[in-house]
């Protein structure tokens, strides 16, 4: 079971993850990330038909301005996990998913507001100097 959990964790950093630091726009869909935890859980089928089905659900998701909806990787890599190790199917991972990914936003703002709030003086003192180069290396690690 603790495989399992740090496989599903790992899929989440590099799907959601490689998102939000590569800029990889699609790596974060859920038709990728369920078939990606399908794949290390041992059950592709299962991963691709929530993937599929979570897909159709946050498809015309768009967060504008202050307004944001259920984040998707979290919501169906947890939903993935569950359906599979429970046994569920899609029952489950839907019936998860939504409320898991409002969870997941949460605590992905949170860390935002951390994380950037604790960068933001050391960026504001490279851009009075000049040196943006040095801003995108520190957010991207480049």
């Known amino acids: 079971m603790l495989v399992q959990a740090i496989l599903v964790?790992?899929?989440?950093?590099?799907?959601?993850?490689g998102a939000e630091l590569a800029g990889l726009t699609m790596l974060n869909r859920p038709i990728v990330i369920?078939?990606?935890?399908?794949?290390?859980?041992?059950?592709?089928?299962?991963?691709i038909l929530?993937?599929?089905?979570?897909?159709?659900?946050?498809?015309?998701v768009v967060n504008i301005g202050g307004a944001q909806a259920a984040e998707p990787g979290i919501a169906t890599a947890v939903g993935v996990a569950f359906a599979i190790m429970v046994g569920g199917g899609a029952k489950v991972a839907l019936t998860l998913a939504i409320p898991i990914g409002i969870l997941?936003?949460?605590?992905?703002n949170?860390?935002?507001i951390f994380l950037v709030g604790f960068f933001a003086p050391v960026f504001d003192k490279l851009a009075a100097r000049g040196e943006e180069h040095k801003i995108v290396t520190l957010h991207f690690g480049l």
Do not use: P, W
Not at 104 to 108: E, M, P, R
């Open 9 to 17: 964790a790992i899929s989440v950093f590099i799907c959601v993850g």
């Open 34 to 47: 369920g078939s990606v935890v399908g794949l290390l859980l041992g059950d592709l089928n299962t991963g």
């Open 50 to 60: 929530i993937g599929a089905s979570l897909e159709a659900v946050f498809m015309g």
């Open 104 to 108: 997941g936003l949460q605590i992905k």
């Open 110 to 112: 949170l860390l935002y």
